[in-house]
């Protein structure tokens, strides 16, 4: 590889893209304008906001005896910032006040009704209700879906309570008692968090979502039209009759796209500083006084680059598919979303960074910058977060450049899919040796993921059992095998329907009796740092047991063993495994691991799950047998809920809390020895 020309292609690149209109506008021009269109449109949202609150007038109707409502319409003084008004109501009679209160109430001809002791119009009668004082009772009646019914009821109630400390004190007084009797301790709420912390804490609601956008946008529209652009306009075989080699013109190119990201977000950065320091006042006015330094502002840029490195190489390698330029919208508008979703979760209260969630992307860069922005930021955190993002950058650029090796890729015209085509494809043979393309793969594995969480949630919560078979058997295997065939493709090809040789046939059955060790690992490692791990799983403990309570052993094996042995093996070491051989071995079982990990819908099961599909994925990679996955995983299950039905087995086994753990070693011991033996098969193929 020549870094020269590596060169060429990055400065030609990024020449071309800053000529277009709509980069330098996302890049430079929207930066500028946002943050001052933001901060100026939420200053006036709030002072119109304020000056309406102050102009609004809470109409109050006081129900109560004659002899009583002097006292109360003096304790109800109009505080400027309630702007409580009277409303001259008539008492309705008891039988009728509950019903007219809600009337008026819903009418908005008052927003607040004060009853001295009237009936009880609670919705909720199961609860106990509160005997009177000595005095009586107040009840407050408001609508909850009122803006000016909740703070008038909040205002009123606030007064209330002054009224009833100086009726307590008149009545003590009145007694010869010292009235601090009444109050033995005060209660003073204190914010000790400086201005500082609570500017930056503001501004971390918002602010780290933004650059995160800004980042991945930055890189959006360039690696569309570094890839599909090229291919629409017909210059990318031209560049490639040059002696450049396709992983020289993909660096170039990948460098044009993260330097143009960079960009973007140091703009933002920028632009976001001189606009909060404009707007001063308006962050005071929040209680705080946001201010970022150098030191923030470049570490915050620090971490943004791994982060621009990652998403560039992910688009890159996305937009590598595409066609044209509307193919490549398409492409990557759905993963555009997607890494936006982990970022905007960092807004969720009491979401703080932990290891576990500092290897989500997106996610653990928006915590980072929260932490930054308040304060809170430590050196181990930074370093996990850009560790992390490079490892993921990494992975992906490595697959990015094997898509750009591939002419297939690169300018391979498939034929649009069509339903009558796809129809008359089951009169026809398959084409031998056939086999789908990893993006057909990946929109089979979405559409299954939206229909097992639709239809197979609705199944299984009619009936676990059955509701489970239908899940793994109509909903899973069926459309797999619909999948190969209105595809064209060849069903032992793509399904790997080998018989495996004698030696790793041995190998795998080592690795299905020890793997579920490796995962079970895993699983205690992360209920041992996240406690509420270990809450999920004693309850999906418990809805197993409650919905198979009345099935028999064998039938639980059935429906936990090999039903998932043949139904899963099939999509994910099948299909899925196939299509995506033109990323290379490691490439391959590194994305087959993510998939079955995210195929179980929960953070907790990620690690665990992923483990045991890598080690599977292995296995059938290398001896091209699904037979042996399925062994595999069928082994893996019916141990684990074999265990599960055996606790005397599980505790000789080192898993309850008196049992000695060396057998867990020993049984750990065998998964390398059954991946050498596996190994060792295809090295006598050969």
């Known amino acids: 590889m020549s870094a020269r020309r590596v060169w060429v292609i990055f400065g030609k690149e990024l020449v071309e893209t800053l000529r277009d ?16 269109l933001i ?10 906001h304020i000056s309406r609150l102050s102009q609004d007038e809470v109409r109050l109707a006081l129900w109560a005896p004659p002899a009583e409502a002097p006292a109360l319409n003096a304790a109800l003084g109009a505080p400027s910032d309630a702007q409580l008004k009277r409303y001259l109501l008539p008492r309705p009679s008891d039988q009728a006040l509950c019903s007219t209160a809600r009337d008026l109430l819903a009418r908005r001809e008052a927003h607040v009704i004060l009853v001295k002791d009237g009936p009880d119009c609670r919705r909720e009668t199961s609860t106990p209700r509160l005997a009177p004082g000595p005095l009586g009772r107040l009840e407050l009646l408001y609508d909850g879906t009122d803006d000016l019914s909740q703070r008038g009821a909040r205002a009123a109630l606030e007064l209330l309570k002054d009224h009833r400390r100086a009726r307590l004190e008149a009545h003590l007084v009145a007694h010869g008692l010292d009235p601090r009797q009444a109050e033995p301790f005060s209660v003073e709420r204190f914010n000790v968090a400086s201005e500082a912390r609570m500017g930056g804490y503001f501004a971390g609601q918002v602010i780290p979502l933004i650059l995160v956008l800004m980042v991945i946008l930055g890189a959006f529209y360039p690696a569309i039209d570094l890839t599909a652009g090229e291919k629409e306009r017909g210059t990318l075989e031209s560049l490639l009759c040059t002696p450049t080699t396709p992983l020289e013109m993909m660096l170039g190119k990948y460098l044009a796209v993260i330097v143009i990201s ?16 404009q707007m001063t006042a308006s962050v005071e006015a929040l209680g705080g006084a946001f201010t970022l330094g150098w030191a923030g502002a470049l570490t915050i840029l620090l971490l943004l680059l791994p982060t621009a490195l990652l998403f560039s190489a992910l688009m890159l390698a996305l937009a590598a598919f595409a066609r044209d330029f509307k193919e490549a919208q398409n492409y990557l508008t759905p993963a555009f979303m997607l890494a936006i979703v982990p970022a905007a979760l960092s807004g969720l209260p009491g979401i703080k960074l932990n290891f576990f969630l500092g290897l989500v992307p997106g996610l653990n860069i928006t915590l980072v910058i929260k932490e930054i922005l308040v304060g809170e930021a430590t050196a ?36 649009p899919w069509d339903l009558f085509s796809a129809l008359g494809a089951l009169r026809t043979p398959p084409l031998p040796g056939a086999m789908p393309s990893l993006g057909g793969a990946m929109l089979l594995y979405l559409a299954l993921l939206a229909l097992l969480f639709h239809a197979g949630a609705a199944a299984q919560a009619h009936d676990l059992f059955w509701g489970m078979l239908i899940t793994q058997w109509g909903l899973l295997l069926l459309p797999v095998v619909l999948f190969v065939i209105l595809g064209r493709f060849d069903l032992r090809a793509t399904l790997s329907l080998r018989w495996p040789r004698p030696r790793a046939a041995l190998g795998a059955t080592l690795v299905g009796l020890s793997a579920w060790t490796l995962a079970l690992g895993a699983s205690a490692l992360i209920e041992r740092a996240v406690p509420d791990a270990r809450d999920f799983a004693s309850q999906m403990s418990e809805v197993i047991n409650a919905g198979l309570a009345d099935r028999s052993f064998i039938g639980v094996l059935f429906l936990f063993a090999l039903s998932p042995a043949i139904c899963e093996e099939a999509l994910f070491r099948g299909a899925l495994l196939s299509a995506s051989r033109g990323l290379g071995r490691w490439g391959a079982i590194a994305l087959n691991a993510a998939l079955f990990g995210a195929f179980h819908m929960h953070l907790y099961r990620f690690a665990p799950t992923a483990l045991l599909g890598a080690l599977i994925a292995y296995v059938v990679w290398t001896s091209r047998s699904l037979l042996l996955g399925m062994l595999i995983h069928a ?6 809920f074999t265990l599960h039905a055996r606790p005397a087995w599980a505790t000789w086994l080192g898993l309850g809390e008196v049992g000695s753990p060396w057998p867990l070693w020993v049984l750990a011991m065998l998964t390398p020895l059954g991946l050498w033996l596996v190994r060792g098969a295809k090295d006598q193929a050969k």
């Open 21 to 36: 209109r709509r980069t330098l506008f996302v890049m430079i021009l929207l930066p500028i304008l946002l943050y001052p």
């Open 39 to 48: 901060f100026m449109g939420l200053s006036f949202v709030m002072q119109a």
């Open 262 to 277: 960079m960009i973007a977000a140091t703009m933002n950065l920028v632009s976001m500083s001189l606009t909060v320091r």
């Open 380 to 415: 181990g955190g930074v370093a996990l977060v850009i560790a992390v993002n490079l490892v993921y950058a990494a992975l992906i650029l490595r697959l990015a450049a094997r898509l750009f090796a591939s002419e297939r890729v690169l300018f391979g015209a498939a034929k």
């Open 635 to 640: 082994l893996s299950n019916g141990l684990v």
